[in-house]
């Protein structure tokens, strides 16, 4: 397959799952390019954006998974042109 570009925005709801999403982050850092997080403070909520490259399905189970933590919504944006 060839590798795409792209972003995944992860909206934590609850902080307390920070622990799981980086756990789920870290076990794909080979198509991680790049990681922003911003925590609100004065709310329990964080967002979290991922630049990322790799296969379409690798990017999507990085995305799966983060969504299918409680309290987490992740979306998956792939460019549509090839990397090289």
Do not use: C, Y
């Not at 990322?52 to 979306?75: C, F, H, M, P, R």
């Amino acid at each position: 397959m060839e590798k795409r570009i792209g972003t995944i925005t992860v909206l934590l709801s609850d902080r307390a799952a920070a622990a799981q999403v980086n756990e789920v982050i870290s076990s794909h850092s080979d198509i991680v390019l790049a990681r922003q997080g911003l925590p609100f403070r004065d709310r329990p909520v964080a967002v979290i954006s991922l630049i990322v490259e790799g296969e379409v399905d690798e990017i999507n189970s990085l995305s799966g998974q983060l969504g299918k933590i409680g309290n987490v919504t992740a979306k998956a944006v792939v460019t549509k042109i090839v990397s090289s």
